[in-house]
């Protein structure tokens, strides 16, 4: 594309290449200079006060764009520099045509410097260094992105994606909150990987990130945000050798779903159906006591296995018939304890009889002789025997409730006769949020704080669950405020125990960093927008043009 100039007839092309050359101070000079009289390399020096190898690379220019030519012929001691004739119709033809010429190379720069400060603007620059030679290194602009979520303890193999610069080599470091470096990656073909055992040695909280290539560094506009789970087990009580649905819910906050993970029970790998952050499995518990449940690679929680051994009471004729069942059959030569005091050993069949105690309450306890025991509360109305429940009586009351988390501080008082081992379950509209066991002497109350670490949503329940049954519940509003609740608490997590055959939908396990690093007036917290204020491309172009205006002013007669 080019535009006639014209003057005295004649018509000098103006193209690109020519605009180019002309938008140099340097070199706008140094054709004034030459438009007097010829003159050499050393008179160019002296009269610009510029280095001769500056001036000769301004001269190369010049002769490549036809404005001079080199006069170096062998007889001559001296090489000289004059304006061939394309240059003498473009230096003294007069200032009108010459000054249209240079506005015509100002416009370009200036439009030329626009487009650099409209990218500059759009990405997020140096904070240690604004190097011209950062351009090399930036071939996009960056595009906003949410924080991506990595699980401690759960995730593996997770892949940082660099897109631009394309295929990129160098290395990736995260940074944490201080400005620290938490951690450095290797960065090959546009990847860096952080496998399992990285992932759980950074701590949970917000990385910002910085990649380094060339001997150049620069922050991306991307973060990374390690997550610890928030795992609730319900339940925590089991019987032995029974199958159980479990019930697995983690981090129902989050904004990526958590992966399907590895769940062991006392080292028996359970199959778990699901997806979000709602789990189920099918489990059948061991031996009486203690257990694990292994979730990921960080979390263990405790379990406990009660004896699958009961207790069945009648009344007939004035007697008491007491029969012990252990796993569903008789249990003979268990001890039975009425009330605290023996009274005898169960026979083949696992019965006992004894005369009807008197009206009122009573307590029935049947020992195996490997330790296993069983008891359970009667009432005697009437010459009946009638059962009685766990009697508990649930207080409560929530602590702050911030984007932290809340604490939930509850008090069970036990009303009955017997010892009560319960689970407290809290809950909300999203699922089940958190678990604990509890001990209740007879006749006593016990307190607990749970904790959970995360911000509920609407209605709260808390709810307490013997072994086999719900047993009382307590509801609190958004606000913390306690509601009636209703008579029998509903499953924490409102699943049937048939297992749910979901198939996993986990996302793509990467981050795709899509934007290039650029320079910037400094830090930003990880997460945030740049502030829209004027960075330093946005003066550079304010002083050009002012320069640029104070030299045409010299220059005009």
């Not at 702050?400 to 081992?421: D, F, Y």
């Not at 329940?461 to 009382?472: C, E």
Request: with cysteine; hydrophobic share 45%.
């Amino acid at each position: 594309m080019s535009a006639p100039a014209s003057s005295g007839g004649e018509d000098l092309p103006i193209d690109v290449d020519l605009i180019k050359v002309l938008s140099s101070d340097t070199r706008r000079d140094i054709l004034r200079l030459l438009g007097d009289r010829r003159r050499t390399l050393t008179e160019l020096a002296e009269a610009l006060d510029l280095k001769k190898a500056t001036i000769l690379e301004h001269l190369k220019k010049l002769v490549e764009s036809g404005l001079i030519r080199r006069l170096d012929e062998n007889e001559r001691l001296w090489i000289y520099y004059e304006l061939t004739q394309r240059g003498v119709r473009l230096v003294r033809p007069g200032r009108t045509r010459f000054y249209l010429i240079m506005a015509g190379a100002l416009a370009a720069t200036l439009v030329i410097g626009a487009i650099v400060v409209v990218a500059l603007s759009n990405a997020t620059p140096f904070a240690d260094q604004a190097s011209s030679r950062g351009d090399a290194f930036l071939d996009s602009a960056p595009q906003a992105s949410t924080p991506e979520v990595v699980w401690r303890g759960l995730d593996d193999d997770m892949a940082l994606r660099i897109t631009s610069p394309a295929r990129a080599n160098g290395t990736l470091r995260l940074i944490d909150a201080r400005g620290g470096e938490a951690m450095a990656l290797d960065l090959r073909e546009g990847v860096a990987t952080l496998d399992g055992a990285r992932i759980d040695a950074l701590g949970a909280g917000i990385y910002s990130m910085r990649l380094g290539m060339d001997g150049l560094e620069a922050p991306l506009p991307q973060s990374v945000v390690v997550r610890d789970p928030v795992i609730a087990v319900f339940p925590r009580l089991f019987t032995e050798n029974a199958t159980q649905t479990i019930h697995l819910s983690i981090s129902p906050d989050a904004p990526r779903a958590p992966p399907t993970p590895i769940v062991l029970l006392d080292g028996v790998r359970l199959d778990l159906r699901g997806s979000g952050a709602t789990f189920q499995a099918l489990a059948t518990p061991g031996a009486p006591g203690a257990a694990s449940l292994e979730v990921g690679r960080l979390v263990d929680l405790p379990l406990t296995i009660v004896p699958d051994v009961s207790l069945r009471a009648s009344a007939q004729n004035e007697t008491l018939r007491v029969q012990a069942l252990a796993r569903g059959a008789a249990l003979a030569g268990a001890a039975v304890l009425l009330d605290g005091e023996s009274v005898g050993v169960t026979d083949a069949q696992g019965e006992l009889e004894l005369g009807l105690p008197p009206s009122g309450e009573h307590t029935l306890r049947a020992r195996a002789e490997d330790g296993r025991e069983a008891s359970r509360a009667f009432l005697v109305e009437g010459g009946r025997v009638v059962t009685s429940p766990p009697r508990l009586d649930l207080q409560g009351f929530l602590g702050a409730m911030t984007q932290q988390g809340t604490r939930i501080h509850v008090e069970v008082r036990n009303l009955g006769p017997l010892e009560e081992t319960i689970t407290i379950a809290t809950r909300d509209a999203r699922g089940l949020l958190a678990t604990d066991v509890l001990e209740v002497t007879a006749g006593r109350s016990a307190q607990l704080a749970l904790d959970v670490p995360i911000m509920p949503s609407g209605n709260i329940h808390v709810d307490a669950y013997s072994a086999r049954s719900p047993v009382g519940g307590i509801l609190f509003d958004a606000t913390g405020r306690d509601l009636p609740a209703s008579e029998t608490p509903a499953a924490p997590s409102g699943a049937s125990n048939d297992v749910a055959q979901t198939a996993d939908s986990r996302p793509d396990a990467s981050i795709v960093i899509a934007g290039p690093p650029t320079a910037a007036t400094g830090e930003m917290a990880a997460g945030q927008n740049a502030p829209a204020v004027p960075g330093p491309a946005a003066w550079m172009l304010l002083a050009l043009v002012a320069l640029t205006a104070l030299a045409l002013r010299r220059r005009c007669p």
